[in-house]
Nanobody, 124 residues
Framework: QVQLVESGGGLVQAGGSLRLSCAASGRTFSAYAVGWFRQAPGKEREFVAA????????DYADSVKGRFTISRDNAKITVYLQMNSLKPEDTAVYYC?????????????????WGQGTQVTVSS
């Protein structure tokens, strides 16, 4: 199986940047598509970004497009979410996820493995 651990969350002022990391275990992790989701207090979990196993195909939610960038390292054992121009509405717990099928997906139901989440708080 694949195990995922998020890190890099914290408190940042609006307009600032954070980079989230998702450390993955599993020799076959490179074959998985990966995604980031977030859940704000009182709201449903929502899609943020995803990347296919090739590291080329990406998908972003409209709310973060142009501000957030998903990437993975050469060994494909760490997934990143670079978040720039942060807004208070970006405040949420952010989760990384892995999907056995190699294409990116914006549906949380299509992911097989999940991390425990990392808190991102953006102040105005």
């Amino acid at each position: 199986q694949v195990q995922l651990v998020e890190s890099g969350g914290g408190l940042v002022q609006a307009g600032g940047s954070l980079r989230l990391s998702c450390a993955a275990s599993g020799r076959t992790f490179s074959a998985y598509a990966v995604g980031w989701f977030r859940q704000a207090p009182g709201k449903e979990r929502e899609f943020v970004a995803a990347m296919g196993r090739s590291g080329i195909s990406t998908d972003y939610a409209d709310s973060v497009k142009g501000r957030f960038t998903i990437s993975r390292d050469n060994a494909k054992i760490t997934v990143y979410l670079q978040m720039n121009s942060l807004k208070p509405e970006d405040t949420a717990v952010y989760y990384c996820a892995a999907r056995l099928r190699g294409t990116p997906s914006g549906s949380s139901a299509e992911y097989d493995y999940w991390g425990q989440g990392t808190q991102v708080t953006v102040s105005s």
